[in-house]
């Protein structure tokens, strides 16, 4: 299993590129997962149901299954903030796994940025950035850049540039956002 990132400021179109790129990843063949990082709380479950009754009356997990999914919800109460590295031990193993979010964290990322958004870039603050999928050139860097539109670019960029998921273990502090 092999990991990337993408990173960029709130509005920059990570959700909206990857909307493309996972299916162009899966029409080559790319067995694919995300993991998305959500910096505010969130709820996937709704009040009255029964998954939502379990968990609120202080089950720890609840899995709601049906003959097309299954969610695992795990309630941290007061537990720390799991790392990505633990994340990714919960995945099932595939080709690649894209995260979004964990902007910080040490693992290769292309950073994604829109011009609009009026946002400084974050490739020259962050090591970890490989690659640069923009709207605008880009100067002053030796990363490569492709097209914000690009999704066939942006899936190379992610093949060529994720690393084993393996290597990441011990390189990221517990709880790294």
């Not at 066939?152 to 540039?161: K, N, Q, R, S």
Request: proline share 3%.
């Amino acid at each position: 299993m092999r990991v990337i990132g993408l990173a960029g400021w709130s509005g920059a179109g990570k959700t909206t590129l990857l909307k493309r790129v996972i299916p162009a990843l899966t029409a080559r063949g790319v067995s694919v997962s995300t993991i998305k990082h959500a910096h505010h709380k969130f709820d996937i479950d709704t009040p009255g149901k029964d998954s939502y009754e379990h968990r609120v009356a202080g089950a720890q997990e609840v899995l709601v299954a049906s003959a097309n999914r299954w969610a695992l919800m795990h309630e941290l109460r007061d537990e720390a903030e799991w790392s990505l590295t633990e994340l990714l031990g919960k995945l099932s193993n595939v080709d690649l796994v894209i995260v979004e979010g964990f902007k910080t964290g040490a693992h290769p990322k292309i950073e994604i940025h829109r011009s609009a958004n009026g946002k400084p870039f974050i490739h020259a603050g962050d090591r970890d950035v490989v690659a640069i999928a923009s709207d605008v050139d880009v100067v002053g860097t030796r990363l490569p850049v492709v097209r914000l539109d690009d999704a066939e670019a942006v899936a190379d960029l992610m093949l060529e540039y994720a690393v084993d998921a393996g290597s990441l273990f011990g390189m990221m502090p517990a709880g790294s956002v």
